[in-house]
Protein backbone atom coordinates (compact mmCIF):
# COMPACT_ATOMS: atom_id res chain seq x y z
CA UNK A 1 0.00 0.00 0.00
CA UNK A 2 1.14 3.51 -1.04
CA UNK A 3 1.76 5.73 2.06
CA UNK A 4 -1.72 8.10 2.61
CA UNK A 5 0.28 11.18 0.64
CA UNK A 6 1.76 9.30 -2.05
CA UNK A 7 0.18 10.99 -5.74
CA UNK A 8 -1.86 9.26 -7.72
CA UNK A 9 0.26 8.10 -10.69
CA UNK A 10 0.10 5.74 -13.37
CA UNK A 11 2.10 3.50 -11.13
CA UNK A 12 -0.61 3.37 -8.67
CA UNK A 13 -2.63 0.33 -10.36
CA UNK A 14 -6.10 2.03 -8.42
CA UNK A 15 -5.84 4.96 -10.32
CA UNK A 16 -3.90 3.04 -13.74
CA UNK A 17 -5.80 4.72 -17.14
CA UNK A 18 -8.75 2.72 -18.39
CA UNK A 19 -7.83 0.85 -21.27
CA UNK A 20 -10.03 1.49 -24.91
CA UNK A 21 -10.68 -2.71 -24.87
CA UNK A 22 -13.32 -2.03 -21.91
CA UNK A 23 -15.44 -0.58 -24.47
CA UNK A 24 -16.30 -4.15 -25.88
CA UNK A 25 -18.10 -4.37 -22.44
CA UNK A 26 -19.39 -0.45 -21.77
CA UNK A 27 -21.12 -1.46 -18.30
CA UNK A 28 -17.81 -3.04 -17.71
CA UNK A 29 -16.28 -0.14 -18.69
CA UNK A 30 -18.07 2.12 -16.71
CA UNK A 31 -18.01 0.30 -13.48
CA UNK A 32 -13.82 -0.06 -13.63
CA UNK A 33 -14.22 3.87 -13.81
CA UNK A 34 -16.68 3.95 -10.62
CA UNK A 35 -13.43 1.66 -8.72
CA UNK A 36 -11.13 3.71 -10.19
CA UNK A 37 -13.23 7.15 -9.12
CA UNK A 38 -14.01 5.20 -5.71
CA UNK A 39 -9.71 5.95 -5.41
CA UNK A 40 -10.10 9.04 -6.34
CA UNK A 41 -12.50 10.29 -3.80
CA UNK A 42 -9.74 9.10 -1.43
CA UNK A 43 -7.65 11.05 -2.91
CA UNK A 44 -10.01 14.03 -2.39
CA UNK A 45 -10.58 13.39 1.32
CA UNK A 46 -6.82 13.49 1.90
CA UNK A 47 -6.37 16.54 -0.20
CA UNK A 48 -9.33 18.66 1.60
CA UNK A 49 -7.94 17.30 5.42
CA UNK A 50 -4.12 18.14 4.42
CA UNK A 51 -4.10 20.66 1.61
CA UNK A 52 -0.63 21.97 2.60
CA UNK A 53 0.84 18.01 2.41
CA UNK A 54 3.79 17.58 0.49
CA UNK A 55 1.95 15.26 -2.17
CA UNK A 56 -1.21 17.70 -2.64
CA UNK A 57 0.21 19.94 -5.22
CA UNK A 58 0.61 16.73 -7.65
CA UNK A 59 -2.79 14.92 -6.34
CA UNK A 60 -4.60 18.30 -7.02
CA UNK A 61 -3.40 18.06 -10.62
CA UNK A 62 -4.69 14.72 -10.82
CA UNK A 63 -7.63 15.34 -9.26
CA UNK A 64 -8.36 17.95 -11.42
CA UNK A 65 -8.09 16.63 -14.76
CA UNK A 66 -10.55 13.86 -12.99
CA UNK A 67 -13.18 16.40 -11.88
CA UNK A 68 -12.99 18.59 -15.03
CA UNK A 69 -12.59 16.61 -17.86
CA UNK A 70 -12.88 12.80 -17.62
CA UNK A 71 -16.09 12.27 -14.89
CA UNK A 72 -17.95 14.93 -17.28
CA UNK A 73 -17.56 12.74 -19.99
CA UNK A 74 -18.75 9.57 -17.67
CA UNK A 75 -21.68 11.82 -16.99
CA UNK A 76 -22.43 11.76 -20.59
CA UNK A 77 -22.09 8.32 -21.38
CA UNK A 78 -24.90 8.05 -18.48
CA UNK A 79 -26.99 10.48 -19.14
CA UNK A 80 -26.63 10.74 -22.93
CA UNK A 81 -26.41 7.04 -24.09
CA UNK A 82 -26.98 4.90 -21.15
CA UNK A 83 -30.29 5.98 -19.27
CA UNK A 84 -31.88 6.99 -22.47
CA UNK A 85 -31.87 3.42 -22.85
CA UNK A 86 -33.18 2.43 -19.63
CA UNK A 87 -36.25 5.23 -19.82
CA UNK A 88 -38.80 2.31 -20.73
CA UNK A 89 -37.52 -0.15 -17.76
CA UNK A 90 -37.36 2.52 -14.84
CA UNK A 91 -40.69 2.14 -13.24
CA UNK A 92 -38.96 2.98 -10.07
CA UNK A 93 -37.93 6.24 -11.25
CA UNK A 94 -34.26 5.41 -10.27
CA UNK A 95 -33.09 7.78 -13.51
CA UNK A 96 -34.34 10.87 -12.13
CA UNK A 97 -32.52 10.76 -8.97
CA UNK A 98 -29.48 10.00 -10.73
CA UNK A 99 -29.51 12.77 -12.46
CA UNK A 100 -30.66 14.94 -9.54
CA UNK A 101 -27.53 13.25 -8.00
CA UNK A 102 -25.70 14.45 -11.03
CA UNK A 103 -26.53 17.95 -10.48
CA UNK A 104 -25.74 18.33 -7.48
CA UNK A 105 -21.90 16.98 -8.49
CA UNK A 106 -21.58 19.61 -10.75
CA UNK A 107 -22.72 22.44 -8.11
CA UNK A 108 -20.19 21.23 -5.91
CA UNK A 109 -17.76 20.94 -8.53
CA UNK A 110 -17.05 24.12 -8.92
CA UNK A 111 -16.49 25.16 -5.98
CA UNK A 112 -14.01 22.18 -5.62
CA UNK A 113 -12.18 22.69 -9.09
CA UNK A 114 -11.30 26.62 -7.84
CA UNK A 115 -9.48 25.34 -4.57
CA UNK A 116 -7.61 22.55 -6.14
CA UNK A 117 -6.46 24.45 -8.46
CA UNK A 118 -5.03 27.10 -5.64
CA UNK A 119 -3.69 24.14 -4.10
CA UNK A 120 -2.04 22.75 -7.49
CA UNK A 121 0.14 26.32 -7.59
CA UNK A 122 0.73 25.90 -4.38
CA UNK A 123 -1.77 28.17 -2.52
CA UNK A 124 -3.66 27.63 0.23
CA UNK A 125 -7.58 26.88 -1.23
CA UNK A 126 -10.40 29.33 -0.20
CA UNK A 127 -12.25 28.47 3.33
CA UNK A 128 -15.04 26.53 2.33
CA UNK A 129 -12.96 24.02 -0.08
CA UNK A 130 -12.75 21.35 2.55
CA UNK A 131 -16.37 21.31 3.25
CA UNK A 132 -17.55 21.61 -0.06
CA UNK A 133 -14.80 18.48 -0.68
CA UNK A 134 -16.11 16.46 2.03
CA UNK A 135 -19.81 17.16 0.62
CA UNK A 136 -19.43 16.07 -2.35
CA UNK A 137 -16.64 12.86 -1.34
CA UNK A 138 -19.79 11.86 1.18
CA UNK A 139 -22.29 12.59 -2.02
CA UNK A 140 -20.66 10.81 -4.70
CA UNK A 141 -19.83 7.70 -2.65
CA UNK A 142 -23.67 6.99 -2.63
CA UNK A 143 -23.92 7.59 -6.09
CA UNK A 144 -21.39 4.94 -6.95
CA UNK A 145 -22.75 2.97 -4.81
CA UNK A 146 -26.66 3.58 -6.66
CA UNK A 147 -25.52 2.95 -9.47
CA UNK A 148 -23.69 -0.36 -8.81
CA UNK A 149 -26.50 -1.56 -7.13
CA UNK A 150 -29.41 -0.35 -9.22
CA UNK A 151 -28.50 1.05 -12.22
CA UNK A 152 -26.05 -1.73 -13.97
CA UNK A 153 -28.33 -4.66 -12.64
CA UNK A 154 -30.81 -3.01 -14.65
CA UNK A 155 -29.14 -2.61 -17.72
CA UNK A 156 -27.40 -5.63 -18.07
CA UNK A 157 -30.96 -7.17 -17.37
CA UNK A 158 -32.51 -5.00 -20.38
CA UNK A 159 -29.87 -3.96 -22.72
CA UNK A 160 -29.10 -6.83 -25.81
CA UNK A 161 -26.19 -7.30 -28.05
CA UNK A 162 -27.51 -4.43 -29.86
CA UNK A 163 -27.91 -1.82 -27.07
CA UNK A 164 -24.83 -2.39 -25.99
CA UNK A 165 -23.02 -2.18 -29.59
CA UNK A 166 -24.26 1.23 -29.99
CA UNK A 167 -23.66 2.18 -26.18
CA UNK A 168 -20.19 1.34 -26.63
CA UNK A 169 -19.88 2.67 -30.31
CA UNK A 170 -21.36 6.23 -28.62
CA UNK A 171 -18.80 5.74 -25.64
CA UNK A 172 -16.17 5.40 -28.33
CA UNK A 173 -17.32 8.22 -30.52
CA UNK A 174 -16.99 10.61 -27.78
CA UNK A 175 -13.71 10.12 -26.74
CA UNK A 176 -12.60 10.46 -30.17
CA UNK A 177 -14.49 13.95 -29.99
CA UNK A 178 -12.37 14.94 -27.23
CA UNK A 179 -9.20 17.13 -28.23
FE1 LIG B 1 -21.30 6.46 -13.04
FE1 LIG C 1 -23.38 8.78 -12.56
Redesign the pocket.
Known amino acids: MPPDDAPPTASGADVAPIQAALLDDPLAF?SAE?ARQTALLGHLERVAREPQARAARGIAVVLLRWLTRELPL?VAD?ERSLYPRLAAFDEAGVLDELREEHRRDRRLIADIASGLRRIARGGVPEPGFAEAAREFVAGHRKH?AH?ETVLTPLARRWLGPEAMAALAAEMVARRQQQP
Open positions: LHHELE
